[in-house]
């Protein structure tokens, strides 16, 4: 089973990479600035992210962690070696998005000086705790503190506030969830965990209420076609302290791949249209890149040996029947 789901998540991954890297100048900016280029600005966040994580892992082979490393190098260049960010950070002090940006360049090696006594600033004055965020958000901004060795001023008191403040630490009914709640959750789940290098920062009880209502909601959600967010829940589905999997689930979403890579956000026709590709389904393209490389870490570091079948139980699924959908574009 192991390796049925280590070669799906090895193609998923691989194939995704490729796509980003060869896609790479669509995430350009234009000009000198940040502003005026807020989707560019995104995307070269979200690659700079899928990147560090493959070069974190080391799950990958030769020719994705060259790519990886290219990417991360293209994606610094465009932010002028960190300076872009420093000065976006420095000027709005309380859109933390530079500095969630910034986390997953330190985790690849990369630092500047500017942006690091900024973190020290923030972690000093409890940003994380006071800006106006979503919960899931301020675990973000949290946990890019802690990439760049400025953890919360409270230490695991703190952590425990943030997580019980999101919608997964209140381990509600879980039926009540919608399409922004699931990615909520899924994202809660990264922060914690740092995209799965920390499993054991999910609480017991929250662990214990993903092992159950996480297959339910996949199933639900593959339902719908909704393969970004299957993606993710893939993606938390291995960072939990005894990761569950469906290779089914695996091999469905590598099947849905495109052959050059992209992989699709939902179950709508892709525009074949080069800039809309791009527009629309880079993110589910990164988040395919990102399953696949968690995945094979945790099989390779031999956590695979604990993982558990997931029970696709009828009861469960009844309450959940009618999740609702992606909202209409």
Partial sequence: MSTALAQAAHDLSSRALG???????????????????MNAYKALMETAMAASLVLRDGAAGNREQVLARELMQYCWTQFQDGD?????????PVTTDALEGYGHFTRAGYRHPGLDRLAAQMARTGTAQA??????????????????????????????QLTRATWLGSTPAPWYIDWMTGYAVTH????????????????????????????????????NGQWDLVGELLIISMCLPQ???????????????KPDGLLPRDGQPVDEDPAARFADHQHPTIVAAV???????????????????????????????????????
């Fill in 291 to 329: 399953a696949g490389t968690i995945a094979l870490n945790r099989i390779l570091n031999g956590t695979v040996m604990g993982m558990q079948q997931k029970d696709r139980g009828t009861h469960d699924r009844l309450h959940l029947r009618h999740l609702p959908e992606r909202p209409s574009r």
């Fill in 84 to 92: 872009l960010l420093y000065q976006r950070q420095l000027h709005h």
């Fill in 19 to 37: 796509w980003l890297h060869t896609h790479r100048h669509r995430g350009a900016l234009e000009g000198e600035s940040i502003t005026g280029n």
């Fill in 188 to 223: 809660t789940v990264f922060h914690l965990t740092d995209w799965g290098r920390r499993p054991d920062g999910l609480p017991e009880d929250v662990a214990s209420y993903l092992a159950r209502w996480l297959p339910v909601w996949t199933d639900i959600w593959t339902e």
């Fill in 243 to 257: 990761p569950m999997f469906d290779v089914s689930d695996w091999q469905h979403l590598a099947r849905l791949q």
């Fill in 131 to 160: 800006v106006e965020h979503v919960p899931n958000r301020r675990l973000a901004v949290a946990n890019a503190l802690r990439l760049t060795g400025h953890d919360l001023s409270g230490g695991p008191r703190d952590w425990e």
